[in-house]
């Protein structure tokens, strides 16, 4: 009976896992095929006659090294520049005692309440004061602070030993160097979590890089894509953007296959009880 509820858990992965596989494999597929023939051969599960000139026409029609450029250098310092600072933040209001300490930190909390898109118009408005309109500045600087990396941050600090932190004391070093040496590297797996969490809400934000950019140069994958689709065509070529949907997917696995090891590690974490 044991052996058939084991062989019943994993069969009911698997069928999960397909269903979630799928799409992106069936996206893959047919960015090989010939727009004329997409919807052709649309009950097919695999198809033969691949031809890469998809991927030649997107490179042709459209900017898409720049798109790519603009979208892995706005993620990349968005996501370190968030981890920096949610880190820092997080162990002050874990670890030190200061005034109007867990008033600050409600007020973090109910950041989180509050839906992105109400602050769409201050933060234009406070862009084009600052005249950061269509830079990298008005891209990266709204997205390098966030209330759930804090409130992940801290979390984690608060369960750390605090007898580590004493033995460092007493080893002679000072507050940074007990941060940098003894609690950061402790907290690799749930900064590995919070390093995927940003890299892919940024990399895959369309509103604000929309709002803020008006140049081509400036624009990022996702909002190229989107006016790429939309652009003064008679018919839609699904194969053209089927290709650049599989491009923008590409780093978002690269991210997290780097972190998989601490992303697990860190769910493991929760999951054990001393």
């Known amino acids: 009976m044991k052996k058939f509820r084991i062989l019943l858990g994993y069969i009911t992965l698997i069928l999960i ?5 799928y799409p992106f494999f069936a996206m893959l597929n047919l960015s090989f095929v010939d727009n004329n023939n997409i919807f052709l051969e649309s009950g097919k599960i695999i198809h033969t006659n691949l031809t890469i ?3 030649k026409n997107v490179f042709n029609d459209i900017p898409l090294c720049r798109y790519f450029f603009n979208s892995l ?3 990349t310092i968005t996501t370190i520049g968030q981890v920096l600072f949610a880190s820092l933040a ?7 005692n200061f005034k109007f300490r867990n008033g600050l930190f409600l007020i973090i909390l109910i950041t989180m309440l509050i839906p992105p898109q109400v602050n769409i118009i201050p933060l234009f408005f406070i862009m084009r004061e600052l005249h950061l309109i269509d830079t990298y500045q008005a891209l990266i600087l709204p997205a390098l602070f966030g ?5 992940l941050m801290r979390q984690y600090f608060l369960g750390l030993p605090k007898d580590l932190e004493e033995s460092a004391k ?7 160097q007990t941060f940098f040496k003894i609690a950061l590297p402790l907290a690799l797996p749930t900064i590995a979590t919070l390093a995927i969490f940003t890299f892919v809400t940024n990399w895959n934000s369309f509103m604000w890089p929309l709002i803020v950019t008006n140049s081509e140069s400036m624009r990022t994958l996702p909002v190229g894509l989107a006016i790429f689709k939309g652009s003064f065509r008679e018919i839609t070529l699904w194969g053209d953007l089927l290709a650049c949907s599989v491009i923008c997917t590409l ?3 690269g991210v997290f296959l780097i972190g998989k090891k601490y992303f697990i590690s860190d769910i493991l974490q929760g999951g054990v009880k001393e």
């Open 17 to 21: 896992a397909t269903s979630m596989l």
């Open 53 to 55: 000139q998809n991927y």
């Open 73 to 75: 250098v706005v993620a």
């Open 90 to 96: 997080g162990y002050a209001f874990a670890r030190l």
């Open 147 to 151: 209330g759930f990396g804090i409130f």
């Open 170 to 176: 007493i080893d002679g070093c000072n507050l940074f």
């Open 251 to 253: 780093p978002v696995i």
